[in-house]
């Protein structure tokens, strides 16, 4: 086993596999991009490690290590948390390997030209995507940390949820608020923004260790805040600190009115269980903020005073004993980073265990979702649940009777074909129980497996309703570029198939709805676009080929004029295209509660058509054989994820235009009130009025 020094110069015990002779990152120092293979294909990678050893700084002494401060600890200020993960120097080989895996990556990824000048309304995403490498790479840092959030930003600020850098190192921690903030219409009508009036509930679930530290320690009062109307954030508007918040740290979402409602503490399921999300303001990704200061109006009280509340950083990583155990657990690469070769690996018969083919994910990471607070039970329903909501989706019969809901919290199951057994028990026992219309929920819902969504929007509108295009899918395409070209070749070359990766062909069908062979080379001849002046090199169109475990009905077991979609807009991946489905096929009823008055809200959140883990993408590399190709990227050196969207799918208004392109407003928006805002009884209850009637 080689051994390899973490930057505090003590040991990992963790295995490294050796990487071949490469050159270092340094083309991008300039900000001139190569013309050779599209992006950067003329960069070749990270030189190897000499000996297998990182050369790193001597360790300070245990009594200069701030990370043995919060060691053992659950939370910690915000401050000790950073000294801990600021307390790693910042490693130039480490930033060439990094930058090398996610400009390499980025080849790949099917939206970098439409970034170049973003199309309306979506101009506020707009960059130049190669440039920001080149700042990166030129850019002096510190530390570890200093380099690693700068890349965390820039890739956040593409606010694509598919497309991201995940360093694992340095988003272990995650800052706590006891005044989660939230926005509803007050008791005249008037949206407003305010400390949540069931705070001392939700926050009370996270247990004394985290609320002794404002009781016993700070002697801070925070119970008192709860209910208080907010007046300002940090000298500003309370909705302009949300869309600053949503400009800078939310990312996820394409439209910025859905970023500026993620800003704000909201009802969800987590895993299986009512959870209410902190929102991007109180439950930020990481510990640069000890306080916020919020000018408000306590309940009950009619003068405004200015109160600095602080944050809490709760650690979400394994327990550690000082730095470098810190940096062996959490930063050093494991056996999980890097892909695996398929073909000659244990892994093929695990993946093969309970199914013949791989299953295409679409699903953000929502980094306010990381610490799982339950929904306070006096919140929660109180209507008896339904067959079939043992899992992520929640239904509920309403008191008209004539109304029934699904709470779709996630297409991310732990039992893929218990979903679609889930929909069918739910909709029969709908059915004979006289149910004659159907509200959606799809609040805080990030996404799954591709053909869940498509499942789901089958089974409600029956296979009739698809008429001439009977696949519950959109059109779709993946990025042809070089190397993807020849993963390709080569995977029918080695004669592999969908049971073992995403670009085999009989993952896909024709658009007649046949299913590709094996052996059929869906990326010859390629298909070429313009974009923004760019030549976009794509493949022939496809459709999913996707493994139903549950018979279709032809008609549909609602009136589709009585089924409606409610949510917060922050409905991602496979729930957007899910509701992007409904609305361009069916023109289901469509409404989005909450947000910033005035501020236009799409009704779905990121809605790319698959993501690829870094550990997919370089599985697919490896299983092709073509680790050693001069376009592959090398392993990644440390523990981390780049994420990219690896697949469009097309709008049926506009075939040539990505869904996630394409504005698609809500039929309705409505604000939440304080009845509505974490009790999703009262605003299905709301809703089914307004909606269905």
């Known amino acids: 086993m080689d051994v390899w020094t973490c930057p505090h110069g003590q040991r990992s015990l963790a295995a490294r596999p050796r990487t071949r002779s490469r050159a270092p990152f340094n083309d991008l120092s300039s900000g001139m991009l190569s013309p050779s293979f599209g992006r950067l294909a003329a960069l070749v990678a990270l030189s190897a490690v000499p000996a297998a050893v ?37 490693n130039e080989t480490l930033r060439q390997n990094v930058l090398n895996v996610v400009s390499r990556v980025f080849d790949f990824y099917t939206f970098e030209d439409y970034y170049l000048n973003s199309p309306p309304p979506f101009q506020d995403s707009t960059t130049n995507i190669r440039a ?47 005044a989660p903030i939230v926005t509803f219409a007050d008791a005249h009508g008037t949206p407003g923004v305010f400390v949540a009036p069931d705070s001392v509930e939700f926050i009370s679930l ?51 009115g859905v970023r500026v409602n993620s800003a704000f503490s909201s009802y969800r399921i987590s895993g299986t269980d009512f959870s209410q999300r902190l929102g991007d303001i109180s439950g930020p990704q990481f510990p640069t903020q ?23 950083a709760n650690y979400l990583g394994q327990p550690f004993k000082d730095g470098a155990d810190f940096w062996a657990l959490n930063c050093a690469a494991n056996s999980g980073t890097n892909g695996v070769d398929f073909k000659n690996t244990g892994a093929l018969t695990a993946l093969s265990a309970k199914r013949t083919r791989k299953l295409a994910k679409a699903a953000i990471v929502d980094v306010s979702a990381k610490t799982a607070i339950g929904l306070p039970s006096e919140f929660q329903p109180t209507l008896p649940a339904v067959n079939g909501s043992e899992g992520v989706i929640k239904s509920f019969i309403l008191p008209d009777k004539k109304t029934g809901v699904m709470f779709v919290g996630s297409f991310e199951p732990d039992d893929f074909d218990q979903f679609q057994t889930d929909v069918q028990a739910t909709v029969t026992q709908f059915q004979e129980a006289g149910v004659s219309q159907l509200l959606v929920d799809l609040t805080n819902n990030g996404g799954g497996f591709v053909c869940l969504g498509q499942f789901l929007h089958a089974f ?10 009977p696949n519950a899918g959109f059109q779709s395409t993946n990025r042809a570029n070089p190397l993807a070209q020849k993963i390709l070749a080569s995977d029918i070359s080695l004669g ?34 313009t974009i923004n002046g760019q030549t976009f090199v794509e493949s022939q169109r496809f459709l999913d080929v996707c493994p139903f475990s549950v018979d279709i009905p032809e008609d549909p077991p609602f009136d589709p004029s009585k089924i409606a979609i409610v949510g917060n ?30 501020l236009p809200t799409q009704f779905k959140g990121m809605a790319g058509n698959q993501v690829l883990e870094w550990f997919d993408i370089d599985s697919e590399i490896k299983t092709a054989d073509l680790k050693d190709d001069p376009l592959a990227p090398p392993d990644l050196l440390v523990s981390g994820d780049f994420r990219h969207n690896w697949r469009i799918a097309y709008s049926f208004l506009d075939e040539k235009l990505p869904i996630e392109y394409k504005s698609e407003l809500p039929h309705f928006r409505f604000s939440y009130t304080k009845d509505t805002y974490n009790n999703p009884q009262n605003l299905w209850t709301f809703a089914a009025k307004e909606l269905l009637g």
Request: aromatic residues 12%; charged residues 20%; contains cysteine.
């Open 569 to 598: 807009g922050n409905c991602a991946s496979t729930c957007a295209m899910f509701s992007t489905l409904m609305n361009e096929r069916h023109n289901t009823k469509i409404a989005v509660f909450g947000g910033k008055p005035g």
């Open 54 to 90: 990182l050369a790193a700084p001597a360790a300070p002494d245990a009594r200069a290590d701030p990370c043995t401060k919060i060691a053992g600890k659950t939370f910690a200020p915000p401050a000790d948390a950073l000294a801990c993960m600021k307390s790693f120097p910042f």
């Open 496 to 529: 592999l198939t969908s049971a073992v990766t995403f670009y085999a062909a009989d993952n896909w069908a024709f658009l007649n709805n046949t299913q590709h062979s094996p052996k059929d080379n869906y990326m010859q001849p390629p298909g070429t676009r």
């Open 132 to 178: 920001q490498l080149a700042r990166i790479n030129r850019t002096h840092y510190a530390t570890d940390f200093d380099f690693n959030k700068d890349l965390y930003d820039f890739t956040t600020q593409l606010n694509d949820g598919h497309t991201r850098w995940f360093p694992d190192c340095h988003t272990q921690f995650q800052n706590i608020l006891p």
């Open 460 to 469: 409600l509108t029956g296979t009739k309703s698809l008429g001439n295009f």
């Open 290 to 312: 000890e306080a916020l200061t919020l000018r408000l109006v306590p309940v009950n009280a009619t003068r405004p005073e200015t109160v600095r509340v602080p944050f809490l």
């Open 206 to 256: 996270l247990g004394t260790n985290y609320t002794a530290f404002f009781d016993d320690a700070l002697h801070f009062d925070w119970r008192r805040l709860a209910g208080a109307r907010v007046l300002a954030i940090e000298g500003q508007d309370p909705f302009a600190y949300a869309t600053r918040v949503a400009e800078t740290q939310s990312g996820n979402y394409l439209d910025l």
